[in-house]
């Protein structure tokens, strides 16, 4: 496969230790480049043999973010449509598991003409190719491809012996990022340059030489650090970036652009490096999110809240709908599973707003359901997602509807009143992964609704990730005592929103609104949302 000529090609590999942000380093980068008139994309080789995170545990691997032709993906996918404001797909996450999957089912074919079929060459071949057909199909002027993990890792190995291949094979063309930790030990009160040699180290034994460096630190790295670091890792001291903890994710980008890391990337690959990268409007979003007019505290109720990056693209979404409304969100996250009649009222006393957060399975339903029950008998603003929506179905009709046991047949398959139910083009599926509704899908919405105030629009496209619906056969009973249905799929004729109509700001949508939520584009949904709640506060 030939190499786009104009596409310059990234690599962002870690050491010392995994989560020190290479998915945040990557986004920053690219935000300055793109910041500077480049088209750029980004890219994340997950070195694990799934095919892709949608059957991992979220206490496994985080949240799994849904791309807009229906790819279960890394989360690390969120932070590069929230920071670019662009939309991945299915070729921005490659696992282990899709590069064997491919590889195996060519040899099953006959396409490698009866040769042993091994990692080198055929395994990074097809990592390779996965690299560079994005910078082919779309011609960017970059393209950044982070590897997940840490060099030294067994399964990282592929990865890193691609990268050696593709640098000799691109030249000038390509670049090496390797992001590393400088701890700090208090005992001695010094910062530590060791482990970063040692990942170098490792890194060169592999045969890639690493032309940046990006020091993760808790302290501020002087000049004679900066110049042990450069000369024992082979690197100019220019290369050798600092990356100081702060207290956002969004101060990322300027901190890499104090740090001209954007410059040195231009230069090391004889590109313009004139003028400097526009950043107005991310410099107001930040000024907004560090100096709140208001203050609102929000409840999240779901059942994976001790890993916070479960509902990644939930929070990210409430923090830009925050500085949109001049307001920031305090988010308490709290456990479903710990949510019963006798503390809900005591458990939610002190929130302005509520959002009950998607999910599968029955464990914390109950919980989830009493939470939908409180904010609607207390006019608290309401807003459940996927299953936090089915959820205030389920409760609206056991209380209000009177429908003794009505529940999901996904929790209870004999329940009387099946008021969710499973899609029909589901119920003879028996593989697990990749076969739920997924990806984006139109929804029509009633130019007569709350809903329709927030969106302004009469056609939507938004993401979806489930297997079961509201049952239409219920439909006139909730819409005739008050529970609308304002958004439909124009195709499969399925509710994809309710809301109540004597309630302030109560809303329960099938989709995932999160993972739309932008920088740039904060979704309407979760700006509205916040704006209700700071009027309710």
């Not at 949508?509 to 506060?537: M, R």
Request: neutral net charge; contains cysteine; proline residues 4%.
């Amino acid at each position: 496969m030939g190499i786009a000529r104009d596409t310059k090609y990234i690599f962002v590999t870690g050491g010392v230790t995994s989560s020190l942000g290479k998915g945040i380093i990557s986004a920053s980068l690219a935000k300055l480049l793109q910041a500077r008139g480049y088209s750029v994309t980004i890219q994340k080789l997950d070195p694990y043999i799934n095919i892709d995170p949608g059957t991992l545990n979220p206490y496994e691997h985080g949240e799994c973010y849904v791309t807009e032709d229906g790819a279960e993906t890394d989360l690390d996918l969120g932070h590069y449509e929230r920071f670019l404001n662009i939309t991945t797909s299915r070729a921005n996450n490659i696992t282990t598991g899709r590069i064997y999957q491919s590889v195996i089912n060519k040899e099953r074919k006959g396409e490698y003409l009866g040769e042993t079929v091994q990692v080198v060459p055929h395994i990074t071949d097809e990592i390779k190719h996965c690299i560079k057909l994005l910078g082919e199909t779309n011609k960017y002027d970059f393209v950044l491809t982070e590897v997940g993990g840490t060099v030294g890792d067994i399964e990282s190995l592929p990865y890193i012996e691609a990268i050696r291949q593709l640098k000799f094979e691109l030249g000038k063309n390509s670049l090496a990022i390797h992001l590393t930790l400088i701890p700090y030990l208090s005992a001695a009160k010094e910062l530590k340059t060791k482990p970063t040699q040692h990942s170098v180290k490792t890194l060169l034994e592999y045969g890639v030489q690493p032309d940046i460096l990006v020091c993760r630190t808790e302290k501020t790295l002087n000049q004679s650090l900066k110049d042990k670091i450069a000369l024992f890792c082979n690197v100019d001291t220019s290369s050798v970036i600092e990356s100081i903890d702060t207290s956002s994710i969004y101060k990322v980008p300027l901190l890499m652009k104090e740090e001209e890391l954007d410059v040195v990337v231009l230069k090391k690959i004889s590109m313009d490096t004139h003028g400097d990268p526009d950043l107005e409007k991310w410099n107001t979003f930040l000024y907004r999110l560090e100096n709140p007019e208001h203050i609102v505290r929000i409840g999240l109720v779901g059942k994976y809240i001790e890993l916070i990056d479960a509902y990644k693209s939930i929070i990210e979404s409430l923090i830009h709908a925050g500085a949109t409304n001049d307001c920031k969100v305090e988010i308490k996250l709290l456990q479903s599973e710990r949510l019963n009649e006798k503390n809900i009222t005591k458990k939610l006393k002190d929130l302005s707003g509520i959002i009950v957060a998607p999910g599968f399975g029955d464990r914390g339903i109950e919980g989830k359901i009493l939470a939908a029950k409180h904010a609607r008998e207390n006019k608290i603003p309401f807003l459940g997602l996927c299953l936090g929506m089915q959820c205030a179905v389920i409760e609206f009709a056991r209380n209000v509807l009177k429908l003794k046991n009505a529940h999901s047949t996904e929790m209870n398959t004999n329940t009387p009143y099946p008021v969710i139910d499973i899609m029909e083009e589901q119920k003879k599926v028996t593989l697990k992964g990749g076969t739920m509704r997924l990806g984006a899908y139109p929804c029509d919405i009633n130019t007569q609704s709350k809903t329709f105030s927030i969106y302004k629009q009469k056609h939507i496209s938004e993401r979806h990730r489930h297997r079961y619906e509201f049952n239409n056969e219920y439909l006139s009973d909730f819409e005739n005592n008050g529970m609308k249905a304002p958004g439909i799929n124009p195709n499969a004729n399925l509710v994809e929103i309710v809301e109540l109509i004597d309630h302030p700001w109560f809303i329960g949508v099938q989709f995932h609104p999160e993972y739309k939520s932008t920088v740039a584009n904060p979704h309407p949904l979760f700006v509205s949302f916040v704006k209700a709640v700071l009027d309710h506060k």
